[in-house]
């Protein structure tokens, strides 16, 4: 080989040498500037993807807030539960799992091992298990299986004001009442189960972070008194079993500020147990239901005479000896009344003489009074689902149309504008805003939001409220329709109602009727508002006889529960409690060396520990596998066996709180 060759070759070689290293030269500034850009540009998008492919979060459900009384007593609590997980990854033998599981649970078997046999990371056997169930659980010592505390809602008093309160989903989310209308406030912080898995999907790891205590949402703080609450309920229900009714509503109301101290709708149903009643039965009737209001209405005409000024108090109106013509249409009155004034129309309940009333003020302005009283439109009451009513035009409104609505026929309402309308009466003629959440306050019991009273406006001066008070107190005095609504020797002022109701075909029953009476106490210091009405009684259907006699229970119940006397005069209402969580005593068991140990410790020994002083929801948080017998409510006050007493099992824990049974 000549020099020249061996030039050529050696030159060629370090050419091909040249292009592998720009090759690779060219191919590692690739490869940095790829690099680069994924660190500096795509991060957060990577770091997020992996994440979504080696992390699966199980959501659970948050706790929710505490919705107490006026008094701190609590409606609706959160308690935590048991739910038992599993990961069949980890799991060798799912049939023998399986039934083992099953078997403390009470699950058939089949569906368990079925759980089991898949390849996910993390499934639920169960939700939600009572203690007994969880210890059966715990006692297994199950691999792959595991319990983690979810918080589920409790209502202590089952039916009470459950249609103030609704009611919450498993998962946590509120779907009827104050649970769904007040849902953003109560709801508290969702909280999750973290797994991580390899490249295989395979579960590796499982956080124990759910196992901690959910942080609570906010709490709410209301009008409602528990025992006036009670007591309507109650009363509502004799009623409406007394006369076999339909159903029944009472309202007991502040009229100064338009607080509602109860709200009572029937036919009732446990929020514990929503899914085994009806969908229907959920309505709070008390604010969604409409009804013609009859002989009640017969209030807003005198109301219209005396703010028009076309009426004078001693005119004289023919009632016709009880029968009248108008529009094709003869008018009937249960009695044969001659000429009334409008004192005794009100007091008699002559319709004939409600409507020539009317006729005398004219529709326009017997329009703008109902207007005003707040009828056609919503209270602006907080909770979720009210209805506007029905008032037509008064365009629309014919001779015989006007005499209808004179007696409370042709326009619907509910029974909560009948009674925010006859507070503004007992008030001295201002339209409160009624309401039943007085206040949010967070966990730590810090106020966060309070609700004022709202004037919505003044729909009659103080005089002609004094004067209408008047003509009202007349239809509880010898001779009235409403002698039965007497409450000892306090003035009522109120009155009767008895409407047809309306055949879903058209026109109006025979046979089926509402029967109502609405009113305030003391007539000449008005303190409570109170609404009742029976839905198609039978026997008797007349208000005065029918809602009458519940109106006067309701109303002297509510006396002595806010500490009244009625027969000795008004006495100073008890203030509710200021703040939402008041700190308790330390329980003290009879041994002195057992002194300082905690309640649920001392149960965990099998020991009774003093629960004298602790609110139901405390106990039953603390209960653990103790079997409760609950009677009444409020603070324990009583129990057996005595504290620092054996607890052998399957004993019943007896507990008397204050109030007796509920």
Request: glycine share 10%.
């Given at each position: 080989?000549?020099?020249?060759?061996?030039?050529?070759?050696?030159q060629w070689?370090?050419?091909r040498?040249?292009?592998?290293?720009?090759?690779?030269?060219?191919?590692?500034?690739?490869?940095l500037?790829?690099?680069?850009?994924?660190?500096?540009f795509?991060h957060?998008?990577?770091?997020?993807?992996?994440?979504?492919?080696?992390?699966?979060?199980v959501?659970?459900?948050?706790?929710?807030?505490?919705?107490?009384?006026?008094?701190?007593?609590?409606?609706?609590?959160s308690?935590d539960?048991?739910?038992?997980?599993?990961?069949?990854?980890?799991?060798?033998?799912?049939?023998?799992?399986?039934?083992?599981?099953?078997?403390?649970?009470?699950?058939?078997?089949?569906e368990?091992?079925?759980?089991?046999?898949?390849?996910?990371?993390?499934?639920?056997?169960a939700?939600?298990?009572?203690?007994?169930k969880?210890?059966?659980?715990?006692?297994?010592?199950?691999?792959?299986?595991?319990?983690?505390?979810?918080?589920?809602?409790?209502?202590p008093?089952?039916t009470?004001?459950?249609?103030?309160?609704?009611?919450?989903?498993?998962?946590a989310r509120?779907?009827?009442?104050?649970?769904?209308g007040?849902?953003?406030?109560?709801?508290g912080?969702?909280h999750?189960?973290?797994s991580?898995?390899?490249?295989?999907?395979?579960?590796?790891?499982l956080?124990p972070?759910?196992?901690?205590?959910?942080?609570?949402?906010n709490?709410l703080?209301?009008t409602?008194?528990?025992?006036?609450?009670?007591?309507?309920?109650?009363?509502?229900?004799?009623?409406?079993?007394?006369?076999?009714?339909?159903?029944?509503?009472?309202?007991v109301?502040?009229?100064?500020?338009?607080?509602?101290?109860?709200?009572?709708?029937?036919?009732?149903?446990?929020p514990?147990?929503?899914?085994?009643?009806?969908?229907e039965v959920?309505?709070?009737?008390?604010?969604?239901?409409?009804?013609?209001?009859g002989?009640t209405?017969?209030?807003?005409v005198?109301?219209a005479a005396?703010m028009?000024?076309?009426?004078?108090?001693?005119?004289?109106?023919?009632c016709?000896q009880?029968?009248?013509?108008i529009?094709?249409?003869?008018?009937?009155?249960?009695?044969e009344?001659?000429?009334l004034?409008?004192?005794?129309v009100?007091?008699?309940?002559?319709?004939?003489?409600?409507a020539?009333?009317?006729?005398?003020?004219g529709?326009?302005?017997?329009y703008?009074?109902?207007q005003?009283?707040?009828f056609?439109?919503g209270?602006?009451?907080?909770?979720?689902?009210?209805?506007?009513?029905?008032?037509r035009p008064?365009?629309?409104?014919?001779?015989v149309?006007?005499a209808?609505?004179?007696?409370?026929?042709?326009?619907?309402?509910?029974?909560?504008?009948?009674?925010?309308?006859?507070?503004?009466?007992?008030?001295?003629?201002?339209?409160?805003?009624?309401?039943?959440?007085?206040?949010e306050?967070?966990?730590?019991?810090?106020?966060i939001?309070?609700?004022?009273?709202?004037?919505?406006?003044r729909?009659?001066?103080?005089?002609?409220?004094?004067i209408?008070?008047?003509?009202l107190?007349?239809?509880?005095?010898?001779?009235?329709t409403?002698?039965?609504a007497?409450?000892?020797s306090?003035?009522?002022?109120g009155?009767?109602?008895?409407a047809?109701?309306?055949?879903?075909g058209?026109?109006?029953?025979?046979?089926?009727?509402?029967?109502?009476?609405?009113?305030?106490?003391?007539?000449?210091?008005p303190?409570?508002?109170?609404?009742?009405?029976?839905?198609?009684?039978?026997?008797?259907?007349?208000?005065?006889?029918?809602?009458?006699?519940?109106?006067?229970?309701?109303?002297?119940?509510?006396?002595d529960v806010l500490?009244?006397?009625p027969?000795?005069?008004?006495?100073?209402?008890?203030?509710?409690?200021?703040?939402p969580?008041p700190a308790?005593a330390?329980a003290k068991?009879?041994?002195p060396?057992?002194?300082?140990?905690e309640?649920k410790?001392?149960?965990?020994?099998?020991?009774?520990?003093?629960?004298?002083g602790?609110?139901?929801?405390?106990?039953l948080?603390m209960?653990?596998?103790v079997?409760?017998?609950l009677?009444?409510?409020?603070?324990?006050?009583?129990?057996?066996?005595?504290?620092g007493r054996?607890?052998?099992?399957g004993?019943?824990?007896r507990?008397?709180?204050?109030g007796g049974g509920?």
């Amino acid at each position: 080989m000549n020099a020249r060759q061996e030039a050529r070759e050696r030159q060629w070689l370090r050419l091909r040498l040249w292009l592998v290293g720009a090759f690779f030269g060219l191919a590692f500034v690739v490869l940095l500037g790829r690099a680069v850009h994924l660190q500096l540009f795509q991060h957060q998008e990577l770091t997020a993807r992996a994440q979504r492919e080696f992390l699966k979060q199980v959501e659970i459900a948050p706790r929710r807030g505490i919705i107490f009384d006026r008094n701190q007593e609590e409606l609706a609590v959160s308690l935590d539960t048991h739910s038992v997980y599993a990961s069949p990854l980890k799991i060798t033998q799912p049939r023998g799992v399986g039934r083992s599981l099953a078997a403390a649970l009470g699950l058939p078997a089949q569906e368990v091992i079925k759980r089991l046999s898949g390849e996910k990371g993390f499934v639920w056997i169960a939700r939600r298990v009572s203690p007994d169930k969880a210890e059966a659980v715990k006692k297994l010592e199950l691999e792959g299986v595991g319990l983690v505390m979810e918080p589920r809602r409790f209502y202590p008093y089952t039916t009470l004001a459950c249609h103030v309160l609704g009611f919450a989903g498993l998962d946590a989310r509120g779907l009827e009442g104050l649970e769904k209308g007040h849902d953003r406030v109560l709801k508290g912080q969702s909280h999750t189960l973290t797994s991580l898995r390899d490249a295989l999907g395979r579960t590796i790891h499982l956080t124990p972070a759910a196992l901690t205590k959910l942080p609570e949402g906010n709490h709410l703080m209301l009008t409602l008194d528990k025992g006036i609450q009670y007591r309507a309920e109650k009363i509502l229900a004799e009623t409406v079993a007394k006369y076999r009714a339909k159903g029944g509503q009472a309202i007991v109301m502040i009229p100064q500020t338009g607080e509602i101290l109860a709200l009572a709708s029937l036919p009732a149903f446990n929020p514990n147990v929503f899914a085994s009643y009806p969908q229907e039965v959920y309505r709070n009737r008390v604010l969604t239901d409409t009804y013609e209001p009859g002989s009640t209405f017969k209030t807003f005409v005198a109301a219209a005479a005396l703010m028009s000024h076309k009426v004078t108090l001693d005119q004289l109106f023919d009632c016709e000896q009880g029968a009248w013509q108008i529009g094709g249409r003869t008018i009937h009155d249960t009695h044969e009344y001659g000429k009334l004034n409008l004192a005794d129309v009100i007091k008699l309940s002559s319709n004939i003489g409600a409507a020539k009333v009317g006729q005398t003020i004219g529709a326009d302005e017997l329009y703008k009074t109902i207007q005003a009283f707040g009828f056609g439109q919503g209270t602006g009451v907080d909770l979720p689902g009210e209805s506007r009513g029905i008032l037509r035009p008064v365009g629309a409104w014919r001779p015989v149309e006007l005499a209808n609505i004179c007696f409370g026929h042709g326009v619907a309402v509910t029974a909560l504008q009948m009674a925010q309308a006859f507070a503004a009466i007992a008030n001295g003629g201002v339209l409160m805003r009624p309401y039943v959440v007085r206040a949010e306050v967070d966990s730590s019991g810090h106020l966060i939001a309070e609700t004022q009273p709202r004037v919505v406006r003044r729909v009659m001066s103080a005089r002609e409220a004094r004067i209408l008070t008047g003509m009202l107190q007349r239809v509880t005095e010898e001779g009235g329709t409403g002698t039965r609504a007497r409450v000892g020797s306090l003035p009522v002022a109120g009155k009767t109602g008895t409407a047809q109701k309306v055949n879903p075909g058209g026109g109006y029953s025979r046979s089926e009727y509402m029967a109502s009476f609405m009113g305030f106490l003391p007539a000449d210091n008005p303190q409570i508002v109170v609404a009742v009405i029976i839905d198609t009684p039978r026997g008797q259907h007349y208000g005065g006889v029918v809602a009458g006699p519940a109106f006067s229970q309701i109303a002297r119940a509510s006396l002595d529960v806010l500490g009244w006397q009625p027969e000795a005069g008004l006495q100073t209402a008890r203030e509710p409690k200021a703040a939402p969580a008041p700190a308790l005593a330390k329980a003290k068991p009879l041994d002195p060396e057992l002194a300082e140990m905690e309640p649920k410790h001392l149960l965990a020994l099998g020991l009774a520990p003093d629960l004298t002083g602790y609110t139901l929801r405390q106990v039953l948080d603390m209960s653990g596998m103790v079997r409760l017998s609950l009677q009444g409510w409020g603070r324990v006050v009583a129990q057996e066996p005595a504290p620092g007493r054996p607890l052998s099992k399957g004993l019943s824990l007896r507990l008397a709180p204050q109030g007796g049974g509920a």
